[in-house]
């Protein structure tokens, strides 16, 4: 059974930093992409950041850019995403994601996390 389990979400003061975990286990990611989406109240679930398999290619979320920063530990089954300079917008619930077809802001991926909740107090 494909597990993805996020940690490191939490309440933050607005330009703090935060960074998120995915744990990977029941299969390997390793040769597949892997990200995150993340969805505010009220809003539609959307694309944020995502990692190739050899981490040589990454790609953002026109907002994020500069400020999130995706890596992942292949030996680990582990993607990360360090997010820096927060904003209130930020605030959403964050979803780590595996596998799938394409990629950037069209992918579409197979495996999806439960999700961690990201608050940033303004």
């Known amino acids: 059974q494909v597990q993805l389990v996020e940690s490191g979400g939490g309440l933050v003061q607005a330009g703090g930093s935060l960074r998120l975990s995915c744990a990977a286990s029941g299969r390997t990611f390793s040769n597949y992409a892997m990200g995150w989406f993340r969805q505010a109240p009220g809003k539609e679930r959307e694309f944020v950041a995502c990692?190739?398999?050899?981490?040589?290619?990454?790609y953002y979320k026109d907002s994020v850019k500069g400020r999130f920063t995706i890596s992942r530990d292949n030996a680990k089954n582990t993607v990360y995403l360090q997010m820096n300079s927060l904003k209130a917008e930020d605030t959403a619930v964050y979803y780590c994601?595996?596998?799938?077809w394409g990629y950037g802001s069209r992918w579409e991926p197979d495996y999806w996390g439960q999700g961690t909740q990201v608050t940033v107090s303004s």
């Open positions: 990692i190739r398999w050899s981490g040589e290619s990454t």
């Open positions: 994601a595996a596998a799938g």
